[in-house]
């Protein structure tokens, strides 16, 4: 047992520190503070710095730009990331795609797309959702009929986080409509530029835009563009699933959210008293604080096992779990501590006037409405039970 | 970093828990855990003849151990046998024997029983107590002494002036009325009348903060090994028992609530861990503060829930986990309960 951090781990520390003072945006931190919403630009700007110093896709093998970082070196990066307010990484190309063409794709498929998504080239977004398959995956309708050397699309994906930005997604389709639902599924990647392709905007509870309903009608796809082999999706799928769960528990942005919610709690009122000094806050706080400063090390222990088993599946489960609902508890925490100050609807009228209040606290109940979905994306926290009742518990 | 137990660790865990699963099995244990003098010499000098005592104490006092890592080894291994034997008064008598510069042999080789007095009657507050030293002697009442009721020397925590002191008193020199706890095992009630003491250290606040760290991190990690079993009893309980043509495991409530518990179970390794990995450092007491509140706050619903799931059959003392249930909520009390360790978590966060 030994929970130091190696000299090594340490000097990686200073370099990731380092690397978010100089290369991170400072009005793009500002912005992550503040929880506006960042542009297209903002992501790929951060995005290009990653790529640059080599660290946008760790978890790559070698060859492919990959560095072999530890799961403790990950978890150093997470946390420094956060703490330095970076934007987080859309995930869908690299953590998720990825895998599966390094698993299932054809060399082809891998060296055309990539590289381009290391260079920024193609934006990915996920089409898996759909509105009558949420957990419940295996019942999607997205249909996928053969036509020559293509697929003709029909169907609807929903939940399509960042889909407003994406140049391409990758989709589970029904390829055969009789058997089992989960055997006739096949993963297929599509260009959004196909005309048939249309993304609506979904507004979601605080106000914001983020996630989309995207339409597929009549929509060709070229054959080449299925990975694995047709009716295969479900494997690839649950592949993923259990896939680069990496950072899954939150850990880092706990961490700045407990800090950030610390120092507003320490900062004295007009009155001279903190609210820190409030019993019942105080009480509300350190049981966080206690059960984050569990989360990190339940989190360390559980990626090292998982690194050395090569197996995170079970794990990561866990991790959801609390890792989420530690990070509720503290949006839930940051919205009290305002009290009315989080009333004001976060928008631009609140800028530039010092009569109202400053975005980042406006910002705190929005944020809580907001991360209300934390516990119900990536397979909610009830099927997360169920994953582990049955893997775990054998029940 | 590594999570792994060293092979020492290893070792010792697993003889400790072969010693106690061969020499402390659930109907052997009851009998010792409820009938004076709570305590079997024939298991008391198995656990000396594996170096256990030695385990707990300084290699510079002529242990081999004492660090967190030692302490969390060996008190989960008694925790999942319930073990009632006396050994965190043990643990703590060491702690304070070291800081005192006292000889510990009579105490490593297992030949002399010790207690620790610290509690007293309403109140077990270091700022509330009343024993008094003068003239070589003590006088007060101090309330549930662990393993009192075995001990022949008790370490008195004392006001002597202005200060706390810490004396050693012989049990026969002072009244001592032993009694069993509901979770088993013994403690005493200690009266005090001008009693003989031997004074061993002066100003000993910080030393018996120091012993009480320890015993909170013992307590916890005694909690986290009764906590695995009543989980494996539990999870296989739900397996076993059929309602309506089928196991109760297989209905989500309660597939929903063990799979909560596991959780929760977890943070608590985490976090005894990471208290271990704390001793000797400057957040050692504010640590295990974090680590006996979290410990409490989990047993007490894993004992809860336990009983719950287990429906009456918990409800009946031949049952095991009835037993576990029981040290499970009541390791809360000793040595300041998740209210009392929230509040030194709190003025960490309260200090400008």
Not at chain 1, 200 to 218: A, C, H, M, Q, S
Not at chain 2, 36 to 56: I, M, N, T
Not at chain 2, 70 to 93: R, S, Y
Request: hydrophobic share 45%; aromatic share 8%.
């Amino acid at each position: 047992m030994d929970l130091s951090f190696s000299l090594a781990e340490v000097a990686f520390r200073a370099e990731v520190r380092a690397f978010m003072a100089d290369s991170l945006c400072p009005k793009t931190a500002a912005k992550v503070r503040e929880r506006r919403t960042l542009t297209k630009h903002d992501m790929e700007a951060y995005h290009t710095a990653l790529n640059g110093r080599g660290w946008l896709a760790p978890s790559w093998p070698a060859a492919y730009g990959g560095v072999g970082w530890t799961a403790v070196q990950k978890h150093i990066f997470d946390e420094e990331a956060a703490r330095a307010a970076a934007p987080r990484l859309v995930p869908f190309g690299i953590a998720m795609l990825a895998p599966v063409l390094f698993r299932f794709g054809t060399q082809d498929q891998r060296d055309h797309y990539l590289p381009r998504i290391l260079d920024g080239t193609d934006w990915w977004c996920q089409g898996y959702s759909e509105p009558g398959a949420g957990s419940d995956l295996a019942g999607l309708n997205t249909r996928a009929v053969r036509d020559g050397d293509a697929y003709i699309v029909n169907g609807q994906k929903t939940w399509t986080t960042l889909g407003q930005h994406a140049d391409w997604i990758f989709c589970l389709v029904r390829t055969k409509p009789d058997g089992k639902p989960q055997e006739g599924i096949s993963f297929l990647l599509v260009d959004m530029q196909t005309p048939g392709v249309e993304v609506r905007p979904i507004r979601l509870i605080e106000g914001g835009y983020e996630v989309n309903e995207v339409f597929l009608t009549d929509v060709r796809v070229p054959a080449s563009n299925l990975v694995g082999e047709e009716n295969m999706g479900w494997t690839i799928a649950k592949y993923l699933l259990n896939h680069e769960r990496n950072n899954i528990a939150g850990v880092g942005f706990s961490i700045a959210a407990f800090e950030s919610l610390l120092a507003y709690a320490r900062t004295p009122r007009r009155s001279g008293r903190r609210l820190i000094d409030d019993t019942l806050f105080a009480a509300r706080l350190a049981r966080i604080e206690i059960d984050l400063e569990a989360m990190k090390i339940t989190n360390l222990r559980l990626v090292v096992a998982g690194e050395t088993s090569g197996a995170p599946g079970v794990e990561s489960s866990i991790l959801k779990i609390k890792g989420v609902e530690i990070r509720q508890a503290l949006n839930d925490l940051s919205r009290r501590a305002l009290g009315p100050a989080a009333a004001p609807f976060p928008s631009e009228d609140l800028d530039g006037n010092a009569a109202l209040v400053p975005r980042e606290q406006a910002a705190n109940a929005g944020e809580y409405f907001n991360n209300r979905k934390m516990s119900i994306y990536g397979g909610s926290n009830e099927i997360q039970k169920n994953i582990l009742a049955k893997a775990m518990l054998g029940l | 970093m590594n999570f792994e137990q060293t092979d020492d660790h290893r070792m010792l865990t697993d003889s400790l828990l072969r010693l106690l699963t061969d020499a402390c099995d659930a109907k052997t244990r009851n009998v010792t855990a409820y009938a004076a003098p709570f305590h079997s010499p024939d298991l008391w000098s198995k656990l000396a003849d594996l170096g256990v005592f030695y385990a707990l104490a300084d290699p510079a006092q002529g242990g081999f151990g004492g660090a967190g890592f030692d302490i969390t080894t060996i008190f989960q291994a008694l925790g999942k046998a319930l073990c009632p034997e006396p050994v965190l008064p043990t643990l703590m008598a060491a702690r304070l024997l070291t800081h005192a510069g006292a000889d510990l042999g009579p105490l490593l080789s297992g030949a002399v029983h010790y207690a620790v007095a610290v509690g007293e009657l309403d109140s077990w507050s270091l700022d509330e107590i009343e024993t008094t030293a003068r003239n070589g002697t003590l006088t007060g009442r101090k309330s549930v002494v662990y393993g009192g009721a075995v001990a022949e020397k008790i370490l008195v925590i004392a006001r002597d002036g202005a200060e706390l002191s810490l004396f050693e008193i012989a049990s026969a020199d002072a009244e001592v009325i032993p009694y069993a706890m509901i979770d088993g095992g013994g403690a005493a009630e200690v009266f005090l009348d001008a009693t003989p003491a031997r004074l061993l250290l002066e100003n000993a606040g910080a030393a018996v903060q120091d012993a009480l760290d320890a015993a909170a991190l013992a307590l916890s990690a005694e909690s986290l090994g009764a906590m695995d079993v009543t989980r494996d009893t539990l999870v296989d309980y739900l397996k076993q028992r059929r309602q309506f043509g089928r196991p109760i495991g297989s209905n989500q409530a309660l597939q929903h609530r063990a799979v909560e518990l596991v959780t929760e179970i977890e943070q608590v390794r985490s976090i005894v861990i990471l208290a271990a990995s704390r001793m000797g450092t400057d957040s050692q007491t504010r640590t295990v503060s974090m680590c006996k509140h979290l410990a409490g706050r989990v047993a007490r619903r894993v004992a809860e829930e336990a009983i719950q799931m287990h429906g009456g059959i918990a409800m009946t003392w031949e049952a095991p986990v009835s037993h576990y249930v029981k040290r499970l909520v009541m390791i809360d009390s000793q040595f300041g309960d998740t209210d009392y360790h929230i509040k030194r978590v709190m003025e960490g966060l309260q200090a400008t």
